[in-house]
């Protein structure tokens, strides 16, 4: 047997893979694949989280190429509770265990993808990934990450497209700023963005409160590809000041590692300090503002900055669609994948 | 851009384009269409509230036409809670904005349809259909309405249908019914119900208790159009009486807009004096009984009626399909939509 | 009209036609047909209770068919919640009746399939399946029972093509065995299991606790199938003696029917007496361990048999996806499921 290709993480990875896969992905937002190598077969998308981006762009995705989307709301009725431990008794609310979901999907389904957000409660077993870790040892076909606890690698290709639709992103300035919020949220998103665009060779600031640093495997990473790109790497906790003279202002909450779970202060000023608004976005020059969504307005980011010249929000929710169809075609259908490639792809710079 | 083509309210249309979906639809039911005009498409169809037939009937209807639907609950842990109010601080229970979800959804579908019940707190806010509008506003394809606080366009279309398989309309007798309930539920279907009769020129009765009057604008597009067509309007709190000389019987339960969100009255005479039973349809000749579905029987309707020679409610239900095609068509491909009614559309008066 | 075909339980049809379905299955795994017999059609399943591989196999059957499935989840949200007894008044939970549930489906879906687990409070109730009657009675298109009180016979023909695929059954010892367990579960899969095992010719083994006895009726079924075919039938309450000489282990647990919807003892010695493991295979010679899934790991069978050489659940669970292909062209597209058989289709016997 042939290793099994599966699109998990984006440090799984070589950069140029990741990079081809954007370039793939834009070349089928310009010319939407006519063939349908899915005819006929079905892909299951296990959400064990809410989702609306996510799901329905994999679903629209699979559809248009002919595949069946197989939504599962796992362990919230549709189906049963799932096991991911190995060697425990299962006397509790479990009924399955995943090493036997995972391979039994596997002879339905010509691809498994999978939500699952980390628990909340310790850091060190979210890291691990438990269900996503089952799903990638017991699966006999390509799993997805549709977001785990340490990475959305869709979403970071949807977001480089949305910087390559409007700038060549080599020697540009990316800001990843912590933004307030009610919750404790995963560092997920915030993950992949700086690693993708440290990837693609930008200048990466981190603004975020002391307190909020991403994990250092990931800093480790991002630090790591600045130095190959000869790219900065900055971490600073003055939002205001870090918006200076930067290209792209990627906005996101997450929860804090060191006080792990814990909802992150509710106080106005504090949140004044922190949330996007106009008159930071205003301290860089024409700076283009990503967010994944969903967002929750006038406390991540003012209406005046998402309603703005600077938001292209809803174009980088778009490039979800079709970074899926890319994703899905490297993982089963690569012949045809590598032929939606024009031989030079053209890299729209309107900016 | 040419105007953006929506199907959510009756009165949006000329009566004349309502009268030719109509027509449309019975000639989709005669000849189901081959094409697959909507082959490699994708469409959202948003639930706030439950579902069999609306739900059911336009999967189907897509499908046929080539198209997949996505059935989302919005809100219900499959997607995210959904705020509509603009300039608010999300700092609530609702993760996402509908200023970024709909057009989100429009990047990914060719339509987006919405079922969104009232609140039934404040009748004035829920006339407002605050979500149902923020679809329209902020919507870049189709947006199809799946019953909403004011309306339910796709089944009256399919109660027109119904009718007209088994008589000419126009001069007709057609009496809507309050009828007992448990629950305060949505004058949407009754809404609907008689602005469609009243507009394929039926003389409209309205039989329902004192203080349960539809809303006054509905009354006054029913007025208007009876007017227009030479029909009588009637309002009675008798319903016995009302009976006499009706071709239709249409029973519906709705809440009171003047005790609003109160249920309606549970002791056994009330109940008997509003429930449809075989006596009261016996004072007309020969009536066709209509209703949405679902029903409560032996509370809104006996038995002896439901299961008696009178009942068309599974063909009424089955026309949602075909009416699902025909808004489909006259969305999304109208020059499909065109083709399937021919020229001279033949109309079946069995009775 | 010619009369309806469902596939209801194993006693409706002829053996021969349940093990020509097996057969038709077999050769439908080896050769996936390329034909789209239900395209254009959708097919709606209606689950009561949790579900993963009925649920996928079977959308994913419809799928490669060229069908759509709509999955419903009903009474839990997504649809209204249904009644089944006639002649009530309504004024309870139920919104709406499976006799206009049932028909209206009819009108819309090609075939309607149900999930319905018993409610675990009377036998006697459980045992006339007051949902599943529902749907045969009141359906105008074929009717599949995707797990009843009394059976699941969609898993049966899985269980015996998972045997035949590597034995010739006729002749060959099987043992269905009770299994330890938190709840009261249904007998429907031990059912239905034992009475395919006996129409294969195979002689039946019965390990169970006193108090644990299956239903009467399916006791004098598979009694008379194995006197048809000259094959012993044994029940014991001495699980570890039961294993010797088997060829298949079945393993389930199930609930008492005379004490019943109480769970079954807890205490360890119980457990370890009825758990299915490793001491207990090795008394057979090269035994077959089968499980319907999903299957709680070290209660009801341990690691190592799971695990283990003997373990055919994966592939029993593979089964299913062409027992439901074998299912949907026998009732939707007979004369595809014909050609589908090949004149002398292969029996595959590895052991």
Chains 1, 2, 3 share one sequence.
């Not at 283009?288 to 006038?298: E, G, K, S, T, W």
């Not at 590598?338 to 309107?350: D, F, G, M």
């Amino acid at each position: 047997m042939s290793a099994l290709r599966h699109f998990v993480h984006l440090r799984d990875r070589a950069p140029e893979e990741i990079l081809r896969l954007v370039d793939a992905a834009l070349a089928l937002k310009a010319a939407p694949p006519a063939a349908r190598p899915l005819a006929g077969k079905s892909l299951a998308f296990c959400f064990m989280n809410p989702s609306l981006r996510t799901q329905v762009s994999f679903a629209a995705a699979t559809h248009s190429l002919g595949g069946l989307p197989i939504t599962l709301n796992m362990g919230s009725g549709g189906t049963w509770g799932m096991e991911a431990a190995e060697g425990v008794v299962m006397d509790g609310t479990a009924a399955e265990h995943l090493k036997e979901a995972v391979p039994v999907l596997g002879r339905y389904c010509a691809a498994v993808a999978l939500r699952s957000f980390p628990a909340g409660k310790s850091w060190a077993e979210d890291k691990a990934e438990p269900h996503l870790s089952a799903f990638r040892r017991w699966s006999t076909v390509p799993v997805i990450n549709m977001e785990s606890a340490t990475g959305h690698p869709c979403q970071a290709l949807a977001d480089l497209m949305t910087i390559q639709e409007r700038m060549a992103p080599r020697g540009k300035n990316f800001l990843l700023t912590w933004a307030p919020h009610i919750k404790a949220l995963p560092t997920a998103v915030a993950d992949s963005a700086v690693e993708i665009a440290a990837l693609a060779g930008m200048n990466v600031t981190i603004a975020r409160p002391e307190g909020w640093d991403l994990d250092a495997d990931v800093m480790a990473r991002v630090r790591a590809s600045c130095a190959a790109n000869g790219a900065r790497l900055t971490v600073t906790d003055d939002p205001a000041a870090a918006y200076a003279g930067q290209h792209v202002v990627y906005a996101k909450s997450w929860g804090s590692l060191r006080d792990y779970g814990a909802p992150p202060p509710s106080d106005a000023a504090f949140r004044a300090k922190w949330m996007v608004d106009a008159a930071k976005m205003r301290r860089a020059a024409d700076p283009l503002f990503l967010h994944c969504l969903p967002v929750r307005r006038n406390l991540v980011v003012a209406d005046e900055v998402l309603d703005g010249p600077w938001s292209a929000v809803i174009d980088e929710a778009e490039n979800r669609l079709h970074a899926a169809k890319a994703v899905l075609l490297d993982l089963l259908a690569p012949e045809t994948a590598a032929s939606a490639v024009p031989p030079a792809a053209p890299r729209r710079h309107p900016r």
